[in-house]
């Protein structure tokens, strides 16, 4: 039996009575829960703004989460690619990235406009254009220092990625990638209510080759289930260190137990290919310049090249990347 279902319908997370029960905030199961006094008094029913997230969102053609058990594994640096790879591959295509890492926004760095602030006008909040096709939304923008910490608790932040939703004036995207922080609790599952009505083509899973990270995909894999969240494929990275000079690649971190390919067979997932640990990736995220830009040729962009392609083929969107 695998661990994801495909056709799996949209539920709560085991034993959560949900935030509309009659129960919310009162079951054995929401013992310990950050949320437990807000579901417990708030008012019980769909949630009023679900209407205006979706329509707020109905100009966007495909949502994709991108999600990690742990931490370490680079996906922020994954979603930055697979961005610049999407408004790359497609320069008719409008892209844009939302970082619900509220305690951890690094995007803005990796993408060279930490600097920026959010503009608001009539229609809303404005993202930070990156690029004439690629924009990006995160609280590091509302932050008075780069160095200031957010120490908010879980209705706090579930607050702030619902202005995301609902606030951000997106404009017509094709594709809206949302980065999560690691783990499988309140950032996300505030962003599959929000967006369980606007419609989420699915989430890409993020690892590294050993164990370690392994065990912990497999809880994301586990959350995803029982979510209701489509699982379009696990992504392999730092798989093998590529020098950057003779292109000889070496392994790091060793897939003792057969890596992220094994385990997308023994869970019924699509397995999306593997991207190579390049050292001029970290320098680019540094710099805030576009890897993908800078070293086209490399063997970690023809690899993010691949995974963009299947993951198209995921998502059913037709004609070449």
Not at 2 to 12: A, C, D, G, S, Y
Request: hydrophobic share 40%; charged share 20%; proline share 8%.
């Amino acid at each position: 039996m695998t661990l994801f279902e495909p056709n799996t319908p949209n539920k709560t997370p085991e034993h959560c009575p949900g935030p509309e029960s009659d129960r919310a905030g009162q079951g054995d199961a929401c013992n310990g829960c950050p949320n437990q006094a807000i579901c417990a008094t708030a008012p019980k029913g769909p949630d009023p703004d679900i209407p205006l997230i979706t329509a707020r969102l109905s100009g966007i053609k495909h949502k994709l989460l991108v999600l990690s058990g742990k931490g370490g594994v680079g996906k922020s640096t994954f979603t930055t690619m697979l961005g610049h790879a999407f408004a790359a591959l497609s320069p008719d295509a409008q892209v844009g990235i939302m970082d619900t890492d509220i305690c951890g926004p690094s995007i803005p760095k990796m993408l060279g406009v930490e600097a920026e602030t959010i503009h608001v006008s009539a229609s809303g909040w404005s993202p930070v254009w990156v690029t004439d096709n690629l924009g990006v939304m995160s609280v590091q923008f509302m932050l008075p220092s780069r160095d200031d910490a957010v120490i908010w608790r879980g209705p706090k932040k579930n607050g702030l990625i619902k202005q995301f939703l609902m606030d951000v004036e997106w404009g017509p995207l094709d594709y809206l990638v949302v980065d999560t922080p690691p783990g499988t609790s309140d950032e996300h599952l505030s962003v599959n209510s929000f967006l369980s009505a606007s419609g989420v083509d699915g989430a890409v899973l993020v690892t590294t080759p050993q164990e370690v990270a392994l065990l912990d995909v497999r809880k994301e894999l586990d959350f995803c289930n029982k979510a209701g969240i489509r699982v379009l494929g696990l992504v392999e990275n730092m798989s093998g260190f590529v020098c950057p000079k003779c292109t000889h690649e070496s392994q790091i971190f060793r897939a003792t137990t057969g890596g992220a390919e094994k385990l997308a067979k023994e869970t019924g997932v699509p397995f999306l290919g593997r991207v190579p640990l390049d050292p001029r990736i970290g320098m680019a995220c540094d710099f805030g310049e576009s890897f993908f830009d800078a070293f086209p040729d490399s063997p970690a962009c023809a690899a993010l090249r691949d995974v963009v392609e299947r993951v198209k083929a995921e998502i059913a969107v037709d004609g070449p990347v």
